[in-house]
DNA sequence: TTAAATGTTTAAAT
DNA sequence: CATTTAAACATTTA
């Protein structure tokens, strides 16, 4: 599910609490979510949270690392330890930290049947939650991780490069420029919403040939690559429509609110141009535009 | 019942 | 070889 801002924005809130921390035990509730050897992790001190991509790496004492993946829909919830002076009180959601994929499970009791790893801390834990079981969790030397095939295989962070680079990456493939942004072995980290939209700000369409953008077209798209991200990580991410029981306990981002153009199928442009926006399917990916300011 | 969902990989077809 | 399409991976929701 979560793409850059939405890791980003738990790397952001984990960052506060988690260093100084220890991993008293790991247990894995499905192996399938599970890679590694946990008993490295056990017993360390966590150092710092970190983020490749949309792939967070939460750092060890001892050069070992955590590595989580939440694909679709991986979610990670920390549930601080209960204070002494509230041991009657009625088990709630708040002091939370949830991030990822927006479900119940935000604020409905824990492990719930979608937990798939825990991490039991020397104060607090942390869930791991995927309903799909696309994600992963990863334990292992920081080498090791550091080393993967799918880390290693990373094209540049949109932030990390500048507008004649995006240009030359982006303008060697002959393919649609929407796929080539979602290619994270191109770009990494812009998946489909943030593509859509950046598509949208750039007045780019989604099926142009990437290395047929005209004029100043790369850099605008550059640009807005960028603004939506960057608008992404400062409204905390996108936490989807079915989220309004968890913004009611103000958990969750609020990008959704700001879509140009993902989930806004048959609404009006917000550009007002008349243009109504339409969906079809990219490389089996939902892809929205207008059809008048996005040609 | 069918389709689609913030991701990635693989195989088969062009 | 480059590219495209479809399917696969589970589950839930519309």
Redesign the pocket.
């Known amino acids: ?3 850059l801002p ?1 890791i980003e924005t738990v790397r952001l809130q984990l960052a506060k609490v988690l260093p100084g921390k220890k991993i008293r035990k790991i247990e894995i509730l499905k192996l ?1 979510s599970f890679q590694g050897k946990k008993e490295l992790a056990e017993g360390k001190e966590v150092i710092g949270v970190k983020r490749m ?2 792939v967070l790496l939460i750092d060890l004492a001892g050069d070992i690392d955590i590595a989580i993946h939440f ?2 829909t991986g979610q990670l919830v920390f549930e601080p330890a209960v204070q002494k002076s509230t041991k009657y009180e009625v088990p709630s959601a708040k002091g939370r930290i949830v991030g990822g ?2 479900t119940k499970d935000f604020t409905g009791e824990l492990p719930s ?1 979608h937990t798939r790893v825990i991490f039991r801390l020397d104060s607090g834990t942390l869930y791991f939650n995927d ?4 994600g992963w969790v990863m334990v292992n030397s920081e080498f090791k991780i550091q080393n993967l095939k ?1 880390l290693q295989n990373l094209g540049p962070e949109p932030f990390d490069i500048t507008g004649e680079e995006f240009e030359k990456l982006v303008s060697r ?4 420029i929407k ?1 080539v942004l979602m290619d ?1 072995t191109v770009i990494s980290g812009v ?3 943030y593509a859509n939209d950046a598509l949208w700000e750039a007045k780019v369409n989604p099926r142009r040939l990437a290395n047929t953008l005209r004029g100043n077209q790369y850099k605008e798209l550059y640009k807005s690559v960028l603004g939506v991200l960057r608008e992404g990580i400062r409204y905390g991410g ?3 429509a ?1 989220a309004k029981y968890i913004n009611l306990h103000g958990l969750g981002g609020h990008y ?1 609110e700001h879509f140009r153009t993902y989930d806004r199928e048959g609404e009006e442009c917000l550009r007002e141009d008349g243009g109504i926006i339409h969906k079809f ?1 990219l ?4 892809t929205y535009f207008c059809p008048v300011c996005q040609r």
């Open positions: 599910m979560p793409e939405e399938k991509a949309k694909k679709m994929h927006p049947k309903q799909r079981l696309f799918f493939s002959k393919r649609p796929l994270q998946g489909n919403i996108a936490t989807a079915d959704q399917s490389g089996g990916r939902g």
